[in-house]
């Protein structure tokens, strides 16, 4: 369950990154503080198997970087709003807009974020139009209750692929392609 925590004031980057909710994790959206309880057991296993796929590609062809659950990108700021997918590739042409410390200030090239049999539609459809207004380029929102994926693209089209189909890497990573039944498997 997420619910949004209020400050009086807005909080930003460096208050979230200072702060420790044990066996929570957060969001910060226009400066609001959301909490969630950790995903479920099986959501893990789909977001490694993703990031499995994923990265072994990149890292083959030198394409850039991959990053795991939960990693937060700030992609806004005046109010600060740092976003957290659950497998996200940033190209290598922007690795080195990566600090050591911080969130990094960009959006991911490509992303996804796996559903939990929680989440509303309404929450999820607001994430992915943060992330497509701040850059992103590709969306990936996993259903695997559904066994389905919905593709988000920067132009405004969408994809549903089911489990016989598959994620394309399309113009953000060519020559990506793996079975959504791989990603799904158990």
């Known amino acids: 369950m997420l619910r949004s925590v209020s400050a009086s004031l807005p909080l930003t980057a460096a ?3 200072r702060m420790s909710i044990p066996d929570k994790q957060v969001e910060l959206v226009r400066g609001q503080l959301m909490v969630r309880e950790p995903p479920g057991t099986w959501h893990g296993a789909v977001a490694a198997n993703l990031a499995y796929l994923l ?6 062809h030198g394409l850039g970087l991959v990053f795991a659950q939960d990693t937060g990108f700030k992609i806004g ?5 740092v976003r957290a997918p659950d ?6 042409d922007r690795t080195g807009l990566i600090q050591a410390q911080g969130y990094a200030e960009l959006a991911p090239d490509l992303l996804a974020e796996i559903l939990s049999p929680d989440d509303r539609p309404a929450d999820v459809l607001a994430k992915v139009a943060d992330w497509l207004g701040a850059g992103t380029k590709l969306v990936w929102v996993i259903d695997p209750e559904r066994s389905e994926a919905r593709v988000y693209r920067r132009d405004g ?26 990603v799904l498997a158990r």
């Open 55 to 60: 990265g072994d590609f990149v890292r083959r």
């Open 87 to 92: 497998v996200a590739f940033v190209a290598r």
């Open 77 to 81: 700021s005046d109010p600060d709003t």
């Open 15 to 17: 208050d979230v990154e």
């Open 157 to 182: 089209s969408l994809s549903i692929l089911r489990e016989h189909d598959s994620l394309d890497g399309e113009d953000v990573l060519p020559g990506f392609a793996c079975p959504l039944r791989a």
